[in-house]
């Protein structure tokens, strides 16, 4: 997958490295900003009331 | 490192036309009839790029060393000088020629040029040195002959079959060799013949080089297949091919371009259309190598496999193919290489760029008829892969073995990959979230502080009828008081807010909306996170009986003292019936009742209950804080209250 990824990308090496780093800053925003905020209410240790 | 880097032979067929004029009349001796075809320095050129690749290889070119230097100190170049100077050479080693320093390109495709002019006289000269040189050269030597005359004609997709179209060019060219060779002119044209008799000194030069190269491809071979590719680079196969077999006067050139890998051919394909091109005579070329060097020697399967692989890879520089070329061309096809060559170059710009260096050089490597359609079939495996379009040819060679290293390279990178996600939540749980929450506490304190400086108190509303009853409804998520605990530090300081649902939590401290508000009768309960978001409560476990906990609204610090004996183990079973803290399962909602683990209990204390997960990290339990309101509220007129200083 990674090396599909970077054969894919163009650019040569230079075009590849910044493209790899967009990827990845594309994907860590994504996963922080998007999926971690919906599945955190999901996960069981960011429950602190008490209740019924 | 290698004389086959070089990509000296750049097209410049000016150039090399001139060398070869040049040196055909010092070479006038070797060459002299040949001279007539330009584009055939083949011999000559041989001769040099064996020289150059044996050089390569060993530091200083044994032969040429001597004859170079006098041609000049780029041995890099194995200009049509050289070329001259190699069919000299042939007779002559120490002759070389290399006048002209023009010639970046190894040897190779310089030499091709010179060649057809020295070519002819080269072959010649080999062809009596061939004998004894040595009889595989002889193969490879005369092929590229034959092929470098005609390359300068359409012949060069005639390939080695050549004897065709690269007959009537190369038989001219050969002629000429032919002349100076004892062996017959036209059997080296029509094929490989010639070039067995072709090998001159060169061809003992190459030889060496060959041998060399071959032992590295057998040892790369031997090897791995992966890192055949690897070795094959270093251009062992056409060596190799020539040495082997005397077939490879047909595969001399195909032999190089087989060097490169499929595997990699797609790879580098994707940085360059251009190579698609190539791929194709390459393809060819490997196609010819591989039947070729089958039977010479196991090396040349492996170096074909390796070839193959790396095919692709070098394809993509031009100056693979010059190296392809410079073989080729020592092989003597160069005539017809460079038919092929402009073909492709017209078919890629990148291929023209290496064309032009074996079009001056008369590439060798020209496509032969039978190579185009080799091609066809590997064209469409290779080329695609160098097109990056055609993955198809790799694939299918994909074994069983290299199919099941995809599958678990693919679980290992999903794996991985979630390793990773795992880790980026963790750092987000405990670090990002904090981050945020800071901004969001920042703008919630700066929201109340205006709210209040409004005049406007969210606690205040309608008189409770009874103690411990909601007076007034706060908008969920809007804060309504800051929260002190001294022991935690000065800068210790939360905006509570309303509600305890997973978005109020985010934003701080969280007020059940059940319990009373700071100050009233009853208990005052707020949940906070223990980890992320701000870690409100994180250190909760740190207070001891007697700890202030200070809330403030508009018009009052209410200061909060944990239950207990001050200084005793807040755990302790206080006065009041229940202690200062305890650890409770998840559903026991009775801690937050008006009076703590006595539901339905009146209250008449004025209390305060914190809580938070337990242990760190999870929600398995719940630790509870509890607390009773220690003298009148302060108004905040008056400044800070003692308990915000510790006391």
């Known amino acids: 997958m990674y090396g599909w990824i970077w054969r894919k990308l163009p650019g040569g090496v230079p075009g590849k490295v910044i493209g790899s780093a967009i990827l990845i800053l594309a994907v860590v925003a994504l996963l922080f900003l998007v999926v971690f905020p919906y599945v955190d209410p999901r996960l069981p240790f960011s429950d602190v009331t008490v209740n019924q | 490192m290698d004389p086959w880097d070089r990509p000296a032979p750049q097209g410049r067929p000016d150039e090399w036309n001139q060398g070869d004029r040049a040196p055909a009349g010092g070479w006038e001796t070797v060459l002299p009839p040949v001279g007539g075809a330009p ?86 000269a080999s062809g009596s040195r061939l004998p004894t040189t040595s ?38 060219a050969q002629p000429a060799g032919g002349p100076g060779l004892s062996t017959g002119p036209p059997a080296q044209p029509a094929g490989g013949s010639q070039l067995p008799s072709a090998p001159t000194e060169p061809a003992a030069e190459r030889w060496i080089a060959d041998r060399i190269a071959a032992d590295r491809s057998a040892a790369g071979a031997g090897a791995d297949d992966d890192f055949a590719g690897y070795w094959a680079t270093d251009r062992p196969a056409k060596r190799q091919t020539r040495p082997t077999g005397p077939d490879d006067s047909a595969t001399d050139e195909p032999p190089n371009r087989p060097g490169t890998d499929e595997r990699f051919a797609g790879y580098w394909v994707t940085d360059s259309a251009a190579e698609h091109p190539p791929a194709g005579p390459r393809g060819r070329a490997r196609n010819d190598a591989e039947q070729r060097f089958a039977g010479p020697g196991g090396t040349a399967g492996g170096e074909k496999a390796g070839g193959e692989r790396f095919a692709g890879y070098w394809a993509r520089d031009p100056g693979d193919r010059q190296r392809a070329v410079p073989d080729d061309s020592t092989e003597v096809m160069g005539p017809f290489d460079v038919g092929a060559w402009s073909r492709d170059a017209a078919a890629s710009p990148a291929r023209a760029r290496g064309q032009q260096h074996q079009d001056d050089g008369a590439s060798p490597v020209t496509a032969y008829p039978d190579e185009v359609a080799r091609k066809g079939g590997r064209g469409g495996e290779q080329p695609p892969g160098r097109g990056g379009g055609s993955g198809g040819p790799q694939r299918p060679r994909r074994t069983v073995g290299a199919r099941i290293r995809t599958f678990l390279r693919g679980i290992g990178q999903t794996f991985i990959t979630l390793g990773l996600v795992l880790l980026l939540l963790a750092v987000y749980e405990v670090w990002f979230t904090d981050l945020m929450n800071h901004r969001t506490q920042k ?69 059940y909306v059940d319990t009373p508000l700071p100050g009233a009768v009853g208990n005052v309960a707020i949940a906070g996170h223990r980890v992320g978001k701000g870690s409100p409560f994180l250190n909760l476990d740190k207070l001891k009986a007697g700890s202030a906990i200070v809330i403030r609204t508009r018009s009052y610090w209410y200061t909060y003292r944990v239950v207990g ?53 999870t929600a398995r339990q719940r630790m509870v804080i509890h607390a009773e309101l220690d003298g009148a509220p302060f108004p905040v007129g008056k400044g800070t209250p003692p308990s915000m200083t510790g006391s």
Not at chain 2, 140 to 169: E, H, I, Q, V
Request: hydrophobic share 30%.
């Open chain 2, 443 to 511: 703008d919630l304190t700066t929201s109340l502080q205006q709210q209040w400086d409004n005049g406007d108190d969210p606690t205040v509303g309608t008189a409770p009828a009874r103690p411990g009853e909601k007076v007034r409804s706060i908008p969920l998520g809007d804060g309504f008081a800051l929260i002190y605990i001294p022991e935690f530090g000065t800068d210790y300081v939360f905006t509570v807010v309303e509600g305890t649902g997973a978005d109020e939590l985010n934003e701080g401290p969280g007020h």
């Open chain 2, 565 to 617: 004996d001050p200084g005793s183990n807040a755990d302790a079973v206080s006065a009041l019936g229940f202690p200062g803290r305890e650890i409770v399962d998840p559903s026991d909602v009775g801690v937050i009742a008006p009076v703590p683990d006595k539901p339905g209990a009146t209250p008449t204390r004025r209390l305060l209950t914190l809580t938070t997960c337990h242990p760190k990290f």
């Open chain 2, 39 to 124: 584009g055939k320095p083949e011999h000559g050129g041989a001769g040099v790029d064996e020289a150059t690749a044996f050089m390569s290889q060993w530091g200083p070119p044994p032969l040429r060393p001597t004859e170079e230097p006098a041609g000049s100190p780029e041995w890099g170049r194995p200009s049509p000088p050289s070329r001259a100077g190699a069919g000299r050479s042939a007779d002559n080693p120490v002759v070389p020629p290399r006048g002209r320093p023009d010639w970046s390109g190894p040897a190779g495709p310089s030499a091709p040029l010179p060649p057809v002019a020295d070519a002819p006289p080269v072959q010649p």
């Open chain 2, 135 to 172: 009889p595989a050269q002889p193969a490879g030597g005369p092929r590229p002959p034959s092929a470098s005359p005609t390359g300068g004609s359409p012949a060069r997709t005639a390939p080695p079959a050549a004897g065709g179209p690269g007959l009537s060019t190369a038989p001219p």
